[in-house]
């Protein structure tokens, strides 16, 4: 349920209506805009009887809500968020932000050759997995500590902040320790003892949707995070299956607007996964600045023929500098900078 306050609601009118639902043993979110206060229920509203909550002096409207996701609705947060970074990078702003960088941390070398290259061509996060979720055990599956380590060499060295993915919630103090942003991966979107874990700690969360996921269900994983106590929470489309072979996954770039209509978080695009073709991610990259996506998420690799995952779909530097170069113009004319 949201309360709608009037704008002329003063701050005693607003204070009753909260105490009403604190004695009904509920919480709340308070939303306040420029012109009013959004007051947002949490919790069985069926015990708050609307007609006396409507009745109470500055409520404009009382209005029960459709959606099963609250905290992650535009219904009970208009304003969109914006997480901002230590150093000052804003995520939700008008500003661009894409975060470029190999699929997996693999030796220092290659981490910090690439790190140097995404950073000289405008990126602002590096990318890079430690623990690599891997359909096969026998594949290249991350170097676990070492490769935070190196990321953590590469923000030293580069100064940009370092989005790595979190494989499971014992993971997560050691991950948190290293990293500026978790990574929940596709594979991990409704693992909800991680989505409670990663609710914890003080971090930024990208939340991958789901392989496999209704942006339904994608909503509903943010809500376990920002419910357990992490309002810092951005999401990520990153393609699902269908029936369609010549692709890896299916970019849903529809899901940019409506995601951005239902919800107030961030939304950002990983055209890498979302077409697992390096020939895709330039036109896919344009396609979802062009559909309002606040960020992009790029795999690159200098010598991607010998990288230890998904290579193929892998810019190298030169043609990720040319990306950067052409969605500039984009941005710019759907009102953002890159
Ligand atoms: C990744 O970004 O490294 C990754 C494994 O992606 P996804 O979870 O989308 O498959
Ligand atoms: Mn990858």
Redesign the pocket.
Known sequence: MIIIMSPKATQDDIKRVEERIRMAGLSLHLSQGAERTVIGVLGDVRQLLPDSLQALPGVERVMRILHPFKLASRDFEPNPTVIRLPGGLEIGSSRLVVMAGP??VEDEETLLETARAVKAAGASVL?G?AF??RTSPYNFRGLGKEGLELLAKARKETGLPVIT?VLSPQDVDLVAEYADIL?I????MQNFSLLQAVAKVDKPVLL?RG?ANSIEEWLMSAEYILSGGNRNVML?E??IRTFETYTRNTLDLSAVPLVKKLSHLPVLV?P??GTGSRDLVLPMSKAAVAAGADGL?I?VHPRPERALS?GPQSLMPPAFEALMAEIRPIAEVIGRSA
């Open positions: 699929c997996a990318r997995g690599k979720p993915e990574q991966g596709a594979r991990n991958k392989m990520c990153r393609g990983d890498s996964h998420l795999e998904d």
